[in-house]
T-cell receptor
Framework: AQTVTQSQPEMSVQEAETVTLSCTYD???????LFWYKQPPSRQMILVIR??????QNATENRFSVNFQKAAKSFSLKISDSQLGDAAMYFC?????????????FGEGTQLTVNP | AAGVIQSPRHLIKEKRETATLKCYPI?????VYWYQQGPGQDPQFLIS???????DKGSIPDRFSAQQFSDYHSELNMSSLELGDSALYFC??????????FGPGTRLTVT
């Protein structure tokens, strides 16, 4: 079974600064996807960014980028120019790419605080 | 853009009662997923349907059942409710193997 680990229960960053959230995963599959989801106090789960395992290029979405190290099974999220609205719980998630309907397996989450 | 719709948003039930949660996926999405999130926990996968057939199954109690209908909406039926079933229940949808988009969730409180 696949596992996802986020070793930072809490992180904080100053507004306009950069912060990196860590995630490691374990799998024996070669075809998979990795995601970062954001859950603000409203509890809505919001997709931040996605990475296909077969792509060597790291995904980027505006201020959000990932560092995907396939051999090390590491998938970190970098948030640049942090904003107050970035404050939320961030979940790293894994999904098998082999079949439709495959579940997301989440890490324990990292609570990000943005200080003004 | 249209999002996943869940109803009701809040539900209060007593122990041993039955609850039905509904999910309407994003138009043209053919896959629906159900997750349960307890307080302070990450979402736990319950079950998924692709083209109205069960696709993947997680740690869903036998007291729970779900199905996807011909219009692709899905219902999660929960019977003999227990206090431990109190949680936020998310439905998500996707187009085949692509990324999952989550609904706002149904907050179930069992008293």
């Amino acid at each position: 079974a696949q596992t996802v680990t986020q070793s930072q229960p809490e992180m904080s960053v100053q507004e306009a600064e950069t912060v990196t959230l860590s995630c490691t995963y374990d799998t024996s599959e070669s075809d998979y996807y990795l995601f970062w989801y954001k859950q603000p106090p409203s509890r809505q789960m919001i997709l931040v960014i996605r990475q296909e395992a077969y792509k060597q290029q790291n995904a980027t979405e505006n201020r959000f980028s990932v560092n995907f190290q396939k051999a090390a099974k590491s998938f970190s999220l970098k948030i640049s120019d942090s904003q107050l609205g970035d404050a939320a719980m961030y979940f790293c998630a894994y999904r098998s790419g082999e079949t439709s309907g495959s579940r997301l397996t989440f890490g324990e989450g990292t609570q990000l605080t943005v200080n003004p | 853009a249209a999002g996943v719709i869940q109803s009701p948003r809040h539900l209060i039930k007593e122990k041993r009662e039955t609850a039905t949660l509904k999910c309407y996926p994003i138009p043209r999405h053919d896959t629906v997923y159900w997750y349960q999130q307890g307080p302070g926990q990450d979402p736990q996968f319950l079950i998924s349907f692709y083209e109205k057939m069960q696709s993947d199954k997680g740690s869903i109690p036998d007291r729970f059942s779900a199905q996807q209908f011909s219009d692709y909406h899905s219902e999660l039926n929960m019977s003999s409710l227990e206090l431990g079933d109190s949680a936020l229940y998310f439905c998500a949808s996707s187009s085949s193997t692509r990324e999952q988009y989550f609904g706002p969730g149904t907050r179930l409180t069992v008293t």
